[in-house]
């Protein structure tokens, strides 16, 4: 089901697009059809008109925007205007790893790129499917098209970093409201109430409604934050105390590993201020 909107449900079938209703059966067991979901329906013919008569069991199911089975979020940021925060890129990455969704990682605005802004380039080392673009002036579209293939992608990222752009761009027709990078707009201008995929031309579905606004840190133990962070993880095994959390111990191979410059300063701030935001909520239970 690909959109729900004014009392119907639409089914795409892989070459038509049904108009339908469901059967009376969901409204009296309480269950909502959700944007994403897999159904059976018996078509009413010869129209493109039918009726939903199952629905299979969902493999996920986001809360904002409501899609069930979801692959992957596409997150994007921008090179430039605005420049990359690092903060809000391992903040979005957590959020999604702990809904244990595939990542793809995005760096759209490559015509503007800073040629000291080495951000890329280390998230490129640690997050497999990480894709620099220009949305604007088509560049790395092709590889972007081919790791969306076949998949429901969820969109997220700031205002401003060309998401509505990417999607008119992946989607010709798809004529996602753009807008210029202004405070002003910020707020207000993805308010749809529906929520609807829109089908990629080579297969697979993307949202129009970019979710994860909530950036509240998913409910994790301070030990199981370094699970997130993929140069952690690998390397935590070498630290002298099995439990080190990498912040004063003795003998952190994680500290040296920063020392050597080998994990960034910024990666491992992020890090640590994510670690004492989760030990402010623990305590404040
Ligand atoms: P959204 O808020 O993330 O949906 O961003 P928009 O798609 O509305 O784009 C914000 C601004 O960035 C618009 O002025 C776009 O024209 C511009 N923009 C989008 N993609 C690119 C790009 O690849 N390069 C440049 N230079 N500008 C872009
Ligand atoms: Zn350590």
């Given at each position: 089901m690909v959109k729900n909107y004014a009392g119907f449900y639409y089914v795409d079938t892989g070459n038509v697009l049904f108009q339908c209703r469901a059967r009376g059966k969901f409204k009296k067991e309480n269950i909502k059809i959700l944007t994403g979901d897999r159904v059976v329906i018996t078509e009413l013919v010869p129209s493109k008109e039918g009726v939903i008569e199952e629905l299979f069991p969902r493999k996920n199911q986001l809360i904002r925007p409501p899609?069930?089975?979801?692959?992957?979020v596409l997150l994007v940021f921008s090179f430039n205007n605005p420049a990359p925060n690092s903060e809000l890129i391992d903040r979005l990455l957590i959020m999604v790893g702990a809904l244990e969704l595939d990542v793809v990682l995005v760096f759209n605005k490559f015509d503007l790129k800073a040629p000291e802004n080495r951000l890329f380039e280390y998230y490129q080392k640690i997050i497999p499917k990480t894709v620099a673009i220009s949305a604007k002036e088509s560049l790395g579209i092709l590889e972007l098209e081919n790791l969306l293939k076949d998949k429901i992608s969820v969109l997220a990222g700031p205002s401003g970093v060309g998401k509505s752009t990417l999607v008119n761009r992946l989607v010709p027709g798809a004529k996602l409201v753009t807008g210029e990078v202004s405070p002003k707009i910020q707020r207000g201008r993805h308010t749809t109430r529906h929520v609807e995929l829109i089908k990629l031309p080579q297969g697979g579905f993307i949202a129009d409604t970019p979710g994860f606004s909530n950036l509240d840190l998913p409910k994790i133990e301070r030990n199981e934050?370094?699970?997130?962070?993929p140069e952690i993880k690998q390397n935590r095994k070498n630290c002298y105390y099995p439990d080190c959390l990498h912040v004063k111990e003795p003998h952190c191979y994680i500290r040296e590993l920063l020392e050597r410059g080998e994990i960034p300063a910024f990666r491992y701030e992020n890090y640590l201020s994510f670690l004492e935001e989760i030990s402010v909520r623990e305590g404040s239970y």
């Amino acid at each position: 089901m690909v959109k729900n909107y004014a009392g119907f449900y639409y089914v795409d079938t892989g070459n038509v697009l049904f108009q339908c209703r469901a059967r009376g059966k969901f409204k009296k067991e309480n269950i909502k059809i959700l944007t994403g979901d897999r159904v059976v329906i018996t078509e009413l013919v010869p129209s493109k008109e039918g009726v939903i008569e199952e629905l299979f069991p969902r493999k996920n199911q986001l809360i904002r925007p409501p899609i069930a089975n979801v692959d992957q979020v596409l997150l994007v940021f921008s090179f430039n205007n605005p420049a990359p925060n690092s903060e809000l890129i391992d903040r979005l990455l957590i959020m999604v790893g702990a809904l244990e969704l595939d990542v793809v990682l995005v760096f759209n605005k490559f015509d503007l790129k800073a040629p000291e802004n080495r951000l890329f380039e280390y998230y490129q080392k640690i997050i497999p499917k990480t894709v620099a673009i220009s949305a604007k002036e088509s560049l790395g579209i092709l590889e972007l098209e081919n790791l969306l293939k076949d998949k429901i992608s969820v969109l997220a990222g700031p205002s401003g970093v060309g998401k509505s752009t990417l999607v008119n761009r992946l989607v010709p027709g798809a004529k996602l409201v753009t807008g210029e990078v202004s405070p002003k707009i910020q707020r207000g201008r993805h308010t749809t109430r529906h929520v609807e995929l829109i089908k990629l031309p080579q297969g697979g579905f993307i949202a129009d409604t970019p979710g994860f606004s909530n950036l509240d840190l998913p409910k994790i133990e301070r030990n199981e934050l370094q699970n997130y962070f993929p140069e952690i993880k690998q390397n935590r095994k070498n630290c002298y105390y099995p439990d080190c959390l990498h912040v004063k111990e003795p003998h952190c191979y994680i500290r040296e590993l920063l020392e050597r410059g080998e994990i960034p300063a910024f990666r491992y701030e992020n890090y640590l201020s994510f670690l004492e935001e989760i030990s402010v909520r623990e305590g404040s239970y």
